[in-house]
C-alpha cells in the first residue's frame, strides 16, 4: 500500500531571447570568447548604470500571456545581495516583493506512464504560478579546459546580465509525471511565442526542483532536497523518480532526511549531495535605485497579445472542431509550432484535413525522427504532401504506392508528381479506357463469361485479374470492379 505521497515545486529561469542583454547593448550571443561581451555595467564598474532593454520587457510579456498569467501594471527592480565570484557587482538586480507577474494559474494536461512509458490517460491539473519575474543572469565560472586550474579558477562573464524570466510554482505537484509534463508544457509555450528558445541542454531553460515526501493525510511538508543539474526534461525526471524512492526508503528504515542540494549524474542515474543547505540566505533585498519602477500599461499588453501566434491550447480545440481530429492527434499535430504549421499547410493542399493528420502523425513524424529534424526543415514541403494525398484520393495511385514515393520524396527532396512519372506508377483510372480493356477481355472470354452469368460468381476475380494483366498492371482495380460488375451482368 503506498501511504506516502510525493510534494514538488519547480523553478525556472528561461534565457529570453533578445539580442542585448537587460541593462546594456552587449551582445547575448552564446559561444564567443570569454569575456568579449561585456561593457562597464555588465562587468559591475563604478558609477555606470543600467537602462532596461525594452525587447527584454516585450519578451517576458509574451512568456506571461503564452501561460495565461496576469501581469502586473507596476512592479519593481530589486538587488539581490550576495558575494559569489561570477557577480562582479555584489547584487544581481532581480524582482522581489513586486514582481512582473504574481499569483497565476496553469493548467496543464498530464498523465502517468505505463512501465513503457506511454502515457496511461490524459487529464487537466491546475498548477499555481507563485512568481514570473525579470532579472539578469550571472556570469560562468570556469575550471577546466585551461591553464593551472589546479591553482586558478576563471571567470567569464559573457553571460553575466543575459536577460531570464524566472518562473517558480507553488508545491503542487503529486508525482514526477506531472513536473515532467508541465515544464514541457512551459517550454512549448515560451518556444511557442518566441519568448525563448527554451532548450535545457544548451542551458537557455534551466530547472530546480525541490521535492519531499510525507504520509498522506500529513498536513506538514517532509524534509525537501533542492535538486539540480537539470540538463533534460527526462533527466529531471528520473531524478525526482530517484529522490522520492530515496526519501521514502530512509524514512521507513527510521533514518533521517537532511535539507540539501543535490546534483543529478545521469551516468550513475543517482542523485549526489552538492552541499547541504546552510541558514537560509539573507539577501537583503531593497528596491534597485537606477532603475524606476516598470510600468506596463493594458495598450502595451494589448500590441503583445495581438503580435502573439495563436496559442497551442487554442489551435488544439480548433483542429478538433475545423477538422474532426480526435484529442490525441490534435495534441500531437501542437506539440510544435512548425508541425501544426506544416498540419495546417498540407490539410489545406490535400483538400483532406484527415488523410493530411494521419500521414503526418505517421509516415512524416517517422522520417523526421530518423534524421532528427524539425517540420520546417521537412525535405518534403506540406504542398508537396498535400499533393500526394490528392493522387491517392483521386484513385492515380494506391495508398500503398504512395507510401513508398513519400519515402523517396523525402529521401530526394523530389515532387510527387515526378516519381510518379519516373517509376511510371500512374493507374489508369480513365473510365472510357478501363471498359475498353474489359470489352476486349469479356469478348476473349465467352465460357468464362457463361459460367459467371449461370451464378459463378467467383469468376469476378478471373475477370479483375485479366483486365488488369491487359492494363500491365496499371487499372485502377476499384474501377475495374465496379465496371466490370455493371458490364458482367450484361
Ligand atoms: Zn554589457
Redesign the pocket.
Known sequence: MNTWETIIGLEIHAQLSTES?I????ATRFGDEPNA???????GLPGALPVLNRKTVELGARAALALGLHINNRSIFARKNYFYPDLPKGYQISQYDQPFSANGELEIMTAERDEAGHPIEWRPKSIRITRLHLEEDAGKNVHEGLPDVDRYSYIDLNR??VPLAEIVTEPDFRSSWEAYDYVNHVRRALQWVGASEADMEKGNLRCEANVSVRRVGDGKFGTKVELKNLNSVRFMQRAIEFEVARHIKTLESGGTLTQETRLWDEKAMETRVMRSKEEAHDYRYFPEPDLAPLVITSEFIETVRKEMPELPDARRKRFMEEFGLTFAEASQLVSDRDLADYYEAAAKAAGNPRAAANWIRSELVRELEAVGVSASEAPVSAVELGSLIRFIDDGKISGKQGKDVFVEMFKTGKAAQAIIEERGLEQLSDMGEIDSLIDDVIAANPDQLASYRSGKEALLGFFVGQVIKASKGKANPKVVNERLRLKLQG
Open positions: 542583454k541593462f546594456c547593448g552587449c561581451n561585456t561593457c562597464p555595467v555588465c562587468l553575466a546580465g
